[in-house]
C-alpha cells in the first residue's frame, strides 16, 4: 500500500513539477461559537510564499490574536482559529507562490451558535394603561425566530390587536391592563438545527393610587381640648403610602398631629381655630400619586368677652348696660332680668313684662356686631339687680352677670293690719327696701318705741326687715304703730294696726254621705276667720239622745271633706262642725241628720272554697275585704275570680289589688290593678294540677284593705290519645266505640242473668211491661211471702186487693203500673185527718174483683207492698186494714196504691228521669170518708188476719202509727229513680 503511494506521489511530482497545486484539509468545517479549530494548507512544488486570507479578503496577518497563521515547513501552513465566533465564519484561503506561479485553495468555515438569552429581565413592570413592551433578547446561529405564550396558550397578534410580535421578537402590549398581569413565556427555535429554549417573563401590571376621603368637610369646635379625625381611603397596586400635607408641609406624628400605621388617619390634637384649612391627603406608589383634599372647618363657641357694671340714682332719665362677645358663627346676643327675656328690637316695661312691646319704651336692647347693649330709661328702683347677658350661637352659648345698683330712698312693704289677742305676742314687720340701707325706728303716738316704761314691746331687727313683738295686756296695746325708715336719700314712714282677733264663725256642711259604718262630709269655710287663720275643725256626731263624740282635723288650703269612720249599720246620727283658730273655737253650725247604711252581703255562695281574712270593720275608715268567689275556665288552666263588694269604710274604692301565685314557691307573680268598677279577673296561663292562692285587696283614700284569700287547684292537663294525630278517628268516635262496645257488655251480661238467674233488666220488662213472671217466679214469690210472714208472727198477713188490668188515665196508655216505692211518696204531705184515705185509696169502678182472685194476687206479688225497704212494707199492713168497718175488725184489706182514683188524683208519678212530682194537676183537697163495709164503692175481698189478742183500739192504735212512718219516707224518695223503682 506503501509503495503504491510513493509510486502516485512520483507520478504527480513528475506531473506537476513544471506547475504548484495547493490543498486545504478539511475542505469543509462547522464550529460552535468558541470553539476552536486548524486548517492545513499543502503545496506540491516548490512554493516560496504561503499565506492565509480571511473571507473579508484581507490577508491574514501573524499577530491576530484570535486567528493564527503559522508556516510549518516548506510545503504546509496551519490556520488555527481560537475561540470561534459568529463573525468568524466564512470562506478562508490559502494561497501558494513561486515566482511568477501562484495556487490556491479554499476552506468554507460554518460556526453554529446556541440558542442564548441576553436580555430577558423578569419582572417587568408596566403601569395600567401603558403600552408595554416585554423585552425579550435572542441571539444564536441560525438566527432563530421567537413565539409567546401567556397561561399556556400562544398569543396570536393577528387574531387580538392589543398584541405585536416586534422584529427584534419583543412582545409589545397597547394598554396593558391588571388582567394583562401574570407569567408570559418566550421561546426561541432553530428550524435548521431543530434547538429550542425558552424564558419565563413575569409581568406586573402597577395601578395607580385612588383616593377618597371619608369626609370632604369636617367640623369641630375650638379651644375644647378636643381632638378630632381626618381620614382618608387609598387603593391601588403595589399598596400606596399615604402622608399628609397642611399649607404644601408633610406631617408628622408628633405632640400637634398623630398618625396611624398606614397614615390613612390624622388625628389633630387641641383643636384651636389656627388649625382651620385644607388638608392633603397623598397616596403614592410605583404607579404614581393621587390626592385629595379635606377641608376643616373650627368654630369657636360663644364667649362674652366685656361687661360693665353700672350705677345710677332712681328717676334718672338712662342707663346703659354693654356686652361684647365673640364666637365663630358671630353669637347673637340677649339680656333677662327676673325671669323676662330682652331681645334686639323688643321693648319692655315693669307693668306689663309679659309684652316686650310697649308704648312708653323704657327699655331699649340695641345690637351691632358682636355688641349688644341694653338702654334702661326713667330709672326706677326696681331696676336694681342683676341683669344677665346671654351669648348664644349654633355651638353654645356663655352667660355672664351685670349689675345695675340704683340709690333710692325707703319703700316700706309688708301687711299694715295685724291680729292678735290679749296675752298672745304678735310681730308686726315693717319690711324696708333701700339703697344705700337705711335705719328704722318705731313710734306709737309720736313716742319712741319701746319706751323704758314698756315691757311688753319688743323690737328684733334684720337687714331688711325690722319686727315690733308686742305682747298685749290690755285693750289699750292695741291699735296704730308707726315705723320710720332714714338713709342718705331720704325718709318714709307707714302706720301699722294691731287688732284684737275674734273666734271664726262656723263653717257650713254642704253634702253629707253615709255609708254603712262612716259618713263623708262636705263643708265650705268659715265665712269669717277672726282675723287669725284657722288651725282645726272639730267634727262632733251622736246617736239620737246620746252623748256627742268629736275628733278634731287639721286644717289645710284643700281640705273640704272629712270621713267620719266607727259608725254602726242602719243607725240614726246627727253631726255639727265648729272651727278653731288661735283664739279660740267658735260656734257650732246647725246639726245634719242622717242615717248609716246595712252592711251588705254577698248574694251567692262561692263555687270554690274561698276564706277572707277578719277585719275591724268599724275601726280605721279602710274598706273591708272583698269576698271573693272562683270559676274554672273551660281551658281548665284559667281562672275567673269575681269579688263582691264590701263596706267601703266611708270612702270610694278607688281601685283594686290583684296578687296570686303558685303555693309551692314563694315569689308572687306582678300585681294587677284593676279598675273599681271591675268586678272580676281572668287570671290565665297558670299551670296544670297546681294549687294556687289569690288575694285580693280593696283600696281607698284611707288606704288597704285586709286580703280576700282564695285557694284553688287547677285541673289536671288533658292527654290526647297516642297514635291520635295519624288516625282517622276523632275523640268523638273513639268515645262512642266505648259506649258501644259497653252497651254490648251490658246487654250480653242482662241476658245471661235472665236465663241462668231470672233476674235483670229483661226480666224486669218481661214482668212489668209483657205480664210474663217467667219460670220458677210464681214459686219464689210464695216463698218470699211466706217468709216474710213467718219472720214476724206478730203482724197481720198481707192482703192485697187487685183489680183487672185496665189502663187509666194516669197511666199514660201504658199497662198495669206496679206499686213502687217512689209512687205514693211523692203526694203531698198528708195531714192527721186524712192519713187512712193516703194509705188505702179505693178505687170504686173496680170493686167486682172476687176474694179469691185479690188472695191469689197478693200470694203471687208479696213485693209489692209500699216503701222503699223491707222495714216499710210490714208497718203499712195495719195502716191498709185500719180503712176498714168497726163492726168487721177482722178484715184489713191492703190495695194497690199504683191504682189512684182517677175523681181526684193527689200528685203524678215520678218520671223515669228521676224529676220530682208535678203539681200541676192537683186538685181541690176534699174530706175523706171511712169504709163502711163491703158496699158497691168497696171491694169484695176480705181476709181474716189473727189478732193474737188485740184490741179494736189497738189496731187503730197500729195504723195511726203506719200512716206517720208512711209520711216520714217522702224525704228519701227524690234520691231513687224510675229505674231503680221499676227494677
Known sequence: MLQIRNILWGFLYIACAAAIQVQVTPTHREISVGESKFFLCEVVGDAKDIDWFAPNGEKILPNNPNIQVSRNDETTSTLTIYHADVDDAGIYKCVAKSGDKEAQATVQVKIFQKITFKNVPSPQEFNEGDDADIVCDVVGSPVPFIIWKHKGARIQANKDVRYNVMANGHLMIRGIKKTDEGSYNCEARVMETGEINFKMINVVVNVLPTIRARQSEVNATADMGGSILLACDADGFPEPTVTWAYNNVILE??????????????????????????????????????????????????????????????????????????????????????????????????????????HDRNIVVRSHARVSSLLLKNVDFTYAGQYLCTASNSIGQDNQPVYLEVRYAPKILGEVTVYTWEGNPANISCEVEAHPGASVTWFRDGLLVPSVNTTNVKIYNTPSVSYLEVSPESQSDFGSYNCTATNVMGTESKEFLLIQAEVPSSPEIQRLEPFSSSAVVEFDEPASFGGVPIIKYRVQWRVDGQDWTGRDYDATEDLTRITIVGLTPDTFYEVKMSAINGKGEGESGAAVKFKTGPIPSSEAPPLIVTTSTALSEYATGEPSAPKLEAMVQNQGNALKVNWIKQ????????HYLVRYKAKHVSDWKPEIRMPHSSEYVVLSGLDWNTEYEVRIVAVNQKGKSQPGVLSFRTATEPTTMPGASGSGLSTGAI???????????????????????????????????????????????????????????SKEPIVEVRTEEEP????????????????????????????????????????????????????????????????????????????????????????????????????????????????????????????????????????????????????????????????????????????????
Open 808 to 983: 187509666t188515665q194516669n197511666q199514660e196508655g201504658v199497662g198495669p203500673t206496679e206499686p213502687n216505692e217512689t209512687t205514693p211518696l211523692t203526694e203531698r204531705e198528708p195531714t192527721a185527718a186524712d192519713a187512712t184515705p193516703l194509705a188505702v185509696n179505693v178505687l170504686p169502678t173496680h170493686a167486682t174483683n172476687s176474694l179469691a182472685e185479690s188472695f191469689s194476687t197478693a200470694q203471687n206479688n208479696p213485693t209489692h207492698a209500699p216503701g222503699p225497704a223491707k222495714d216499710h212494707a210490714p208497718k203499712s199492713s195495719p195502716a191498709a186494714g185500719s180503712g176498714a168497718v168497726e163492726s168487721q175488725p177482722d178484715v184489713g184489706p191492703l190495695v194497690d196504691l199504683s191504682d189512684a182514683p182517677k175523681a181526684n188524683p193527689v200528685s203524678e208519678p215520678v218520671r223515669a228521669n228521676g224529676e220530682g212530682p208535678r203539681k200541676q194537676h192537683e186538685a181541690p183537697e176534699s174530706p175523706p170518708s171511712p169504709v163502711d163495709g163491703p158496699t158497691k164503692d168497696a171491694p169484695h175481698a176480705i181476709a181474716h188476719p189473727q189478732h193474737d189478742g188485740k184490741t179494736k183500739d189497738d189496731v187503730k192504735t197500729e195504723a195511726n202509727n203506719a200512716a206517720n212512718e208512711v209520711k216520714a219516707v217522702p224525704n228519701e224518695a227524690p234520691q231513687t229513680n224510675g229505674n231503680e223503682s221499676k227494677a
Open 647 to 654: 263596706d267601703d269604710g266611708g270612702s270610694p274604692i278607688k
Open 253 to 358: 406624628s408628633g405632640d400637634k398631629y398623630s398618625l396611624n400605621e398606614d397614615g390613612s388617619e390624622l388625628v389633630i390634637k387641641d383643636v384651636i381655630k389656627v388649625d382651620e384649612g385644607d388638608y392633603t391627603c397623598i397616596a403614592r406608589n410605583k404607579a404614581g400619586e393621587m390626592s385629595q383634599e379635606v377641608s376643616l372647618n373650627v368654630f369657636v363657641q360663644a364667649k362674652i368677652t366685656y361687661l360693665n357694671n353700672q350705677t345710677a340714682t332712681e328717676f334718672d332719665e338712662e342707663v346703659t348696660l354693654t356686652c361684647e362677645a365673640s364666637g365663630d358663627p358671630t353669637p347673637s346676643i340677649s339680656w333677662s332680668f327676673q325671669n323676662r327675656m330682652f331681645s334686639e328690637g323688643e321693648q319692655a316695661s315693669w307693668t306689663r313684662p309679659d309684652q316686650y312691646e310697649s
Open 735 to 793: 268515645v262512642g266505640i266505648l259506649i258501644v262496645v259497653f252497651f254490648v257488655l251490658l246487654v250480653a251480661v242482662d241476658v245471661t242473668c235472665y236465663f241462668l238467674n231470672k233476674c235483670g233488666l229483661l226480666m224486669c220488662i218481661a214482668v212489668n211491661f209483657c205480664g210474663k213472671a217467667g219460670p220458677g217466679a210464681k214459686s219464689k214469690d210464695i216463698e218470699e211471702g211466706k217468709a216474710a210472714f213467718t219472720k214476724d208472727e
